[in-house]
């Protein structure tokens, strides 16, 4: 028996995505960015965003279904980002989406940007184990979730505070002197550098602090006073140690409040996505403590991790196959959907 | 109110925003200008907590704004942090009115200014101790009242 196929968009953020998959295989990931056009502004903005989405969605469909080897009509649904995300930007992605799947006469699934990233792992790894824990790190978000049933329940365990975790490496990178996005430079530098030489604070980790939330705010203002403070003293900035130390301080809060969770669920399998997922100092430290604990680690392939239509498409799949009900035609975008609405 | 603070700790600059809050009318700009980690963020979780607001505030950064609603009255938190040039808030996507909201611009010094006829400067800034500092400078005559009234 033929599994449906899902065409999924994906536009919450600078990526105009557009993914295919069967089942749980990925036939196409057509991916535009717009980032070029937000680096001199040193991030995205968002009518930047919304006008690049515009012109590339078209083409990127093309692509989708050319790299697919499949036509338009073979589609048996459609899925797409309802939320969350920049307002504009998504609105470009539920319009196409909308379309599509009325010109095909398919239903359409309005679907949950973060809960899409743990979908994506499917398309890797095969089926999820559920119940899992799942961490989600990017630019916009930093989030802890219970996964008892990807396609219907998802729980918020924790989340930020105050700035993301791949915030934080775009402000240190700043600091720094290195490039936007920060996570790439930041890796690539830590590399060189010592991860001990300077005790930067874990924000959160006191006993009587949140044990799933986080925050990143102190800890980049730690970088930016001891970077100034050796500035002021006339002294040459050590990048690589700094970002080492930075990165270690990320990476072990991330890692341990992970586990914990796992732990304090009974749960024994914990899946990353996010483009601060593709850290690969976050990658060895998760995979260090998740064997040390008995936990099996999931973790999507680095351009999985990033945003991309695959993963939209991934969790249109999952909810076909449970049998949840399509959206309503008059789908909108919203900007803060909530984490625990997996589909609406 | 007064126009210098010192605060010690969050807890202070938290207090600060509920205060700015409690004085704050609809279509107000707040620009709030200091160094990383001075506490622009902080100040703003104050003010949204004095709103009272839905959901927590947390850093705009990579989305540039981000609009809270549930309170008194709606409070549109942007980050001007990345824009290079004069920022113009329908560039931003906004769905809602700055004429209807609070609006607190991080970063924004130089850019946002022309967004409202007047505005409340708050400058910030973090003292060698950890302390920070707050002074607020009115432009225009409505802030100016206020600040002298409270």
Known sequence: MNEPIVLGFETSCDETGVGIVRGHTLLADALATSMAEHERFGGVVPEIASRAHLEAMVPTVHRALADAGIAASDVDAVAVTSGPGLTGALLVGVAAAKAYALALGKPLYGVNHLAAHVAVDELQHGPLAEPSIAMLVSGGHSSLLLVPDLAQEVQSLGRTIDDAAGEAFDKVARVLGLPFPGGPPVDRAAREGDARAIAFPRGLTGPRDAAYDFSFSGLKTAVARWVEARERAGEPVPVADVAASFQEAVADVLTAKAVRACRDHGVDHLVLGGGVAANSRLRALAEERCAAAGIVLRVPSPRLCTDNGAMVAALGSRLVAAGVAPSAPDLGADSSLPIDVVSR | ?150
């Open chain 2, 1 to 150: 109110m007064k126009r210098e603070h010192l605060l010690p700790t969050l807890a202070d600059t938290h207090a600060l925003g509920r205060e700015l809050a409690a004085a704050a009318r609809p279509g107000d700009l707040l620009v709030l200008v200091g160094p990383l980690g001075a506490g622009k963020t902080a100040l703003t979780q104050g003010i949204g907590a004095g709103l009272g607001v839905r959901e927590p505030v947390t850093s705009p950064t990579f989305v540039i704004a981000r609009v809270h609603r549930g309170g008194r009255i709606p409070l549109v938190h942007v980050d001007a942090y990345r824009l290079g040039g004069a920022a113009d808030v329908d560039d931003l996507d906004l769905d809602a009115s700055t004429e209807e909201s609070v609006t607190v611009v991080e970063w924004g010094q130089g850019l946002v200014e022309q967004l409202a006829e007047e505005h409340l400067e708050v400058r910030l800034d973090r003292r060698d101790d950890d302390v920070r500092t707050a002074l607020l400078v009115p432009h225009g005559p409505g802030w100016t009242a206020r600040l002298d009234v409270g």
